[in-house]
C-alpha cells in the first residue's frame, strides 16, 4: 500500500503534539516519594530517547526506504509514546514500574539489537568506541513486550559506551539456549568490583565506575532494566572481573 509522504510527515507532527503533552504533564507534577519517583521518571526517559531515535531514524528513511519499514517504525515510536503516557499516570499513582501493561507477543530480537546499535552508532563514533554484533544462530524471537526489550537495551547499551573509554569496543551477542534467549552485552572498561556487585541494580546507586566522556549518570538505569526484565518473566545479571570489562546479560523466554 502506497504511504504518501505528505501522511508520514503528519503522523510525525501528531507523535510530536503527543510527546509535547507527555513533557507538560511530567512538569505539572508535584509531591513524590523521591526514590520511586526517580525510578519511574528514569524509565519514561528511556521510552521518550526510544521513541526521539525512531522518529530521527524514520525521517531519513522516508525518502529511500520500503513503505512496509517506514511504517513499522513509525508505528515503534507512537507504541512508544504510548508507553510514555501510561508512565507518566503512573508517577501520580504509584511509585514502582510493577503496574505497567505490558504487550506480550513474539519479538524478533536480533531486528531490535541492530535498532539500539543503529541509533547508538552516532554516539560510539564520537568515542571511537567500535560496536561488534555476533549473532550465529540467526533470528531470534522472544516472547516479550517489545517496547521493552528496546528499553532494556536502551540502559545496557548506552551504559557500555557510557563507561567505555576512548577506542574501546562494545560487543553484543545473541543465542538461543533451551527454551529462551540470552543477549550479552560486553564492554572492555573497567569492570565492577565486589561491594558494586553487591550494590547491582539497586534504584539510585552510582557504582564505583565513572562515565569516560563526562556523560551523567543518574543510578538508575540498571534498576529499570531489571524491573522491566523481571515484569517480562526473565533475568538479568553482570559477569565481570575489575579491571577487564563488564557483560551485562539478561534472559528472556522463547515461548510463553
Not at 142 to 151: E, M, T, Y
Not at 198 to 225: C, I, K, N, W
Amino acid at each position: 500500500m502506497e504511504v504518501s509522504k505528505e501522511k508520514l510527515i503528519g503522523s510525525i507532527s501528531r507523535a510530536k503534539a503527543e510527546l509535547d503533552s507527555v513533557l507538560e504533564g511530567l512538569e505539572q507534577t508535584h509531591a513524590f516519594d523521591p526514590s520511586g519517583t526517580r525510578v519511574v521518571a528514569h524509565g519514561l526517559n528511556n521510552l521518550l530517547t526510544v521513541m526521539l531515535g525512531t522518529l530521527e531514524l524514520l525521517s531519513i528513511e522516508i525518502g529511500g526506504s520500503s513503505d512496509q519499514l517506514v511504517q513499522e517504525r513509525l508505528q515503534m515510536a507512537l507504541q512508544t509514546l504510548e508507553k510514555a503516557k501510561l508512565l507518566v499516570r503512573e508517577m501520580f499513582n504509584s511509585t514502582t514500574l510493577s503496574n505497567l501493561e505490558y504487550d506480550f507477543k513474539l519479538v524478533n530480537i536480533g531486528s531490535m539489537v541492530l535498532y539500539a546499535m543503529d541509533y547508538y552508532s552516532r554516539v560510539a563514533k564520537q568515542k571511537r568506541i567500535e560496536l561488534l554484533r555476533d549473532e550465529n544462530e540467526g533470528e531470534i524471537e522472544v516472547w516479550a513486550d517489545r517496547i521493552g526489550v528496546a528499553v532494556v537495551l536502551d540502559n545496557l547499551l548506552s551504559n557500555a559506551i557510557k563507561y567505555t573509554s576512548p577506542g574501546g569496543r562494545v560487543q553484543i551477542q545473541v543465542r538461543r539456549e533451551h527454551h529462551s534467549c540470552l543477549c550479552s552485552i560486553c564492554d572492555n572498561g573497567p569492570g565492577l568490583t565486589e561491594e558494586d556487585l553487591d550494590r547491582l541494580f539497586q534504584p539510585g546507586v552510582r557504582l564505583s565506575a565513572t562515565p569516560t566522556a563526562g556523560e551523567s549518570s543518574s543510578g538508575y538505569g540498571l534498576a529499570v532494566a531489571k524491573k522491566v526484565v523481571d515484569n517480562m518473566h526473565g533475568e538479568i545479571w553482570c559477569d565481570t572481573e575489575y579491571g577487564n570489562g563488564a557483560c551485562f546479560r539478561f534472559r528472556l523466554p522463547i515461548r510463553p
